[in-house]
């Protein structure tokens, strides 16, 4: 897992998403956040049983549903 250990009482800290861009590296906004968390709910949750998965996410006032379909599997010769 890329947590790393906090001491007692403090959340662990997790990696930080980053965009690049022509003005350089960013943060990214709270609806391209809330994207990205309710995208990859989605992707964890696929399996070679279930290949579509919908995802909610709601955030405050927000919210996000993603549908993720995976792609059909290759076919080795």
Same mark, same amino acid.
């Given at each position: 897992?890329?947590?790393? !250990?906090?001491? %007692? $009482? !403090? =959340?662990p800290r997790l990696p930080l998403p *980053?965009?690049? $861009?022509?003005? $350089?590296?960013?943060?990214?906004? %709270? *609806?391209?956040? &809330?994207?990205?968390? =309710?995208? &990859? !709910?989605? /992707?964890?949750? *696929?399996? %070679?049983?279930?290949?579509?998965? &919908?995802?909610? /996410? @709601? =955030? $405050?006032?927000e919210q996000m549903q /993603?549908? @993720?379909? =995976?792609?059909?599997?290759? @076919? !080795?010769?």
């Amino acid at each position: 897992m890329p947590w790393t !250990r906090s001491p %007692p $009482g !403090r =959340a662990p800290r997790l990696p930080l998403p *980053l965009k690049t $861009g022509p003005d $350089g590296i960013s943060v990214p906004s %709270p *609806l391209e956040s &809330l994207v990205l968390v =309710a995208s &990859l !709910r989605a /992707v964890a949750r *696929l399996s %070679p049983e279930q290949r579509e998965v &919908l995802s909610s /996410v @709601v =955030a $405050g006032d927000e919210q996000m549903q /993603v549908r @993720v379909r =995976a792609p059909a599997p290759r @076919v !080795r010769h």
